[in-house]
């Protein structure tokens, strides 16, 4: 059964940085691409980053590039995400997504971790 | 940039009827390599993450009830529950994965009338 566990979450300050982290298991993980996406306090979902499986493809949404660094540790199955100087806007939900085997449709998701920005 | 628009916001429907949610996007999301339609729906209920339904528009993912069917092509997509069940109350997302920025609709917003 796949899973996905997110954690790192928390309450911050604003200006502060967090790392996310999302344990995977039951499958071959260097074999998926891995995305992040959020969901702020009864919002919809915002696309976030991409990683290919090899880690050598690496995309942002334009409302991230620069402050959030999308990472994956294949030997540890676990993908992160570096975020920096965080705004009272990212606080959310912080979920960690896994591709299909067809096509880079969303098939698998963490239950998330919730980022709180305030101080 | 992808611009994915869902209709109506929120809608109410009685028991046993049909519902019916549309998703524009700004440009298409046919590659005409293969095809297909890079188009996705998502159900998401109170409290739990995203689960997803239908990809490649029109194609129902495992497990999902064959009351929910997908359909559209190009920029215009429909996704259609033929009789609606309580446990369907949810906010429905589609999604585009032609580009790799991708995107979300705003979601609908689904109860029972």
């Known amino acids: 059964e796949v899973q996905l566990v997110e954690s790192g979450g928390g309450l911050v300050q604003p200006g502060g940085s967090l790392r996310l982290s999302c344990a995977a298991s039951g499958f071959t993980f260097r074999s998926y691409a891995m995305n992040w996406v959020r969901q702020a306090p009864g919002k919809g979902l915002e696309w976030l980053s991409y990683?290919?499986?090899?880690?050598?493809?690496?995309f942002y949404a334009d409302s991230v590039k620069g402050r959030f660094t999308i990472s994956r540790d294949n030997a540890k199955n676990s993908l992160y995400l570096q975020i920096n100087s965080l705004r009272a806007e990212d606080t959310a939900v912080y979920f960690c997504?896994?591709?299909?085997?067809?096509?880079?449709?969303?098939?698998?998701w963490g239950q998330g971790t919730l980022v709180t920005v305030s101080s | 940039d992808f611009v994915m628009t869902q209709s109506p916001e929120s809608l109410a429907v009685s028991l046993g009827e049909r519902a019916t949610i549309n998703c524009k996007s700004s440009?298409?999301?046919?590659?005409?390599?293969?095809?297909?339609?890079?188009l996705a729906w998502y159900q998401q209920k109170p409290g739990q993450p995203p689960k997803l339904l239908i990809y490649?528009?029109?194609t129902r993912e495992s497990g999902v009830p064959d009351r929910f069917s997908g359909s559209g092509s190009g920029t215009d997509f429909t996704l259609t529950i033929s009789s609606l069940q309580a446990e369907d109350v949810a906010v429905y997302y589609c999604?585009?994965?032609?580009?790799?920025?991708?995107?979300f609709g705003q979601g609908t917003k689904l109860e029972i009338k």
């Open positions: 999604q585009q994965y032609y580009s790799t920025l991708y995107t």
């Open positions: 440009q298409s999301v046919l590659a005409s390599s293969n095809n297909k339609n890079y």
């Open positions: 990683i290919s499986g090899s880690g050598g493809s690496i």
């Open positions: 490649w528009a029109s």
């Open positions: 997504v896994r591709e299909g085997d067809s096509g880079s449709f969303s098939v698998s």
